[in-house]
């Protein structure tokens, strides 16, 4: 449909809601013909996007939702810059190097470790980087060694409870996940078994520091006494450790520092994090690490001109927005190491807060009260004899804007039905004793209400559950 000019020149004086632009259907399936105001274009999207929910009240979230004006700012204002020119963007990418050190230094690197690592787009970015150096360095190690390295696949060891990311490096580079269930006893990988799935196909063992699910932290030291039995015994396979650490890596320096599961230990030779988590930026930034140069495969490393001269770089994306490092960096600058630890401390205290509300409900039987990460993660007790399930509870808390996510455990303990908050910087005492009293209240309606249950079974007979990827 062509514009009327006259209509045109209507809207520049007219309110936009009585535009004749405003009015017209917004772009569903091919382009316009005529462009419209760039102020009735904002207005359009920004109503489109205004059922979405406040993300500050999404308990579902690792990704950070508040950043500071001064922060958001330098973001805009370096929007254009590329993050993989170097060469024409030197100083920021002198900005990255910086955040690399800090990391590395955060992370216990050794005074003899020649480390290297780099900016990617989230940890999943990194968690694949990290993943292909432990397939490259483990083929060339077997090949060396006379292993037939097409007789079986290479192996990756996991507990059941990662992230999905990982479930995509299996399929994208052609590795086998091999999967530590879970159980009620261990919620994070079990010790005691995972040495049982070992092979000299094992290009390396993922330990989760703060599993997705519950927040749970895999016992990194135990699996570093673990393999380093193994590779006293083993005559040329050298089992390594990445550390998934992208919600904890950002955390636990702050918060838990005597804590050992990083660059401290022997075998944890990478670590990813997302900087959009618990580095505080918004979404697009994660980083991945090497304890020494000598775990990252030469083949890995691509080399581009920079100032003249060359810097490696390793990404699987190209082209993006140098604006989530910048931000990084400012965290880094702004808030230094106290910053962090006053944040995130306050941050745990409001995540025991609540599952201390939670407790005295007598209603909820607590998996993590918020201990080592802030993430608040609990069952339903079996005996409570409600009529009403979690989903019930978390359609209830929609109706005050929250948004609370209900799913099932993972694999062998599936039948549990758990809730889980993700406490952030920006959930206050106020805004946490505004969602308790919400909750309470829910749970009040809803035992008042009649619960009209969904079928068991959905039409084509699979037990009804919803689900949750992050
Ligand atoms: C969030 C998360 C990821 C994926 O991180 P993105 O930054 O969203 O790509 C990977 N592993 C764990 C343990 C996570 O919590």
């Known amino acids: 449909m062509l514009h009327d000019r006259r209509n045109e020149k209507h809207d520049a004086k007219m309110p936009i809601y009585g535009s004749y632009a405003e009015d017209s259907a917004i772009v569903k399936t091919s382009l316009r013909r005529s462009p419209i105001d760039a102020q009735i274009a904002y207005r359009l999207i920004s109503d489109e996007l205004m059922d979405e929910g406040n993300a500050r009240q999404n308990f579902a ?20 810059k590329n993050a993989i020119d170097k060469s024409e963007y030197p100083q920021t990418a002198k900005l990255e190097n910086y955040c690399v050190n800090v990391l590395a230094d955060l992370w216990s690197v050794q005074k003899d470790d020649d480390f290297i690592g780099t900016s990617t787009v989230g ?22 060694n006379g292993l037939d390295i097409n007789a079986q696949k290479p192996n990756l060891i996991i507990s059941s409870g990662f ?17 530590v269930p879970v159980d009620s006893k261990h919620m994070s990988i079990n010790t005691d078994i995972l040495m049982d799935y070992v092979n000299e196909y094992t290009i390396g063992i993922v330990g989760i520091l703060g599993i997705t699910y519950t927040g749970k932290f895999d016992d990194i030291e135990k699996i570093n006494h673990l393999v380093d039995d193994y590779n006293k015994k083993s005559k040329w396979h050298e089992l390594v450790i990445h550390v998934d650490g992208a919600s904890g890596a950002m955390f636990t320096p702050f918060v838990n520092p005597e804590l050992p599961w990083d660059f401290r230990l022997k075998h944890v030779v990478s670590i990813n ?40 770089t390793m990404a699987i994306n190209f082209s993006r927005s140098a604006s989530q490092v910048i931000a990084q960096y400012y965290n880094f600058l702004r808030l230094g190491f106290d910053g962090y630890r006053g944040i995130h401390e306050r941050t745990k205290k409001v995540a025991l807060f609540l599952s201390k509300a939670l407790e005295e409900t007598g209603l ?24 009403w399930t979690l ?26 039905l758990i809730q889980r908050y993700v406490c952030r910087a920006d959930l206050g005492f106020n805004v946490a004793e505004e969602f308790v009293a919400d909750l309470n209240e829910a749970v009040e309606e809803l035992d008042k209400a009649r ?20």
Not at 368 to 380: E, F, K
């Open 61 to 80: 979230t690792f990704c950070q939702t508040y950043m500071e004006p001064e922060a958001v700012q330098l973001m805009s204002e370096t929007l254009e």
């Open 123 to 144: 940890s999943s970015e990194a968690c694949m980087l990290a993943g292909m150096a432990m397939k490259f360095r483990w083929r060339t190690m077997a090949k060396e």
């Open 163 to 179: 992230q999905v990311c990982w479930e995509k490096f299996g399929v994208y580079w052609d590795v086998d996940l091999i999967e």
């Open 273 to 312: 994090t997302s900087g959009h988590k618990y580095g505080l930026v918004y979404p697009g930034i994660g980083w991945v690490l090497w304890k020494d140069k000598k775990y990252l495969p030469e083949e890995l490393v691509f080399d581009v001109s920079y100032l003249g001269g060359h810097m490696p």
């Open 364 to 387: 909820f039987e607590i998996y993590n009260d918020g201990a080592n990460l802030p993430i608040v993660c609990y069952t339903l007790k079996a005996d409570t004899d409600k009529e």
């Open 391 to 416: 989903y019930d509870l978390t359609d209830r808390l929609q109706m005050k804007g929250w948004q609370v996510p209900t799913y099932p455990l993972p694999k062998d303990m599936e039948d549990v």
């Open 451 to 470: 619960i009209l249950a969904p079928k068991a079974e959905t039409t084509d007979g699979k037990k009804e559950t919803r689900g949750f990827t992050h």
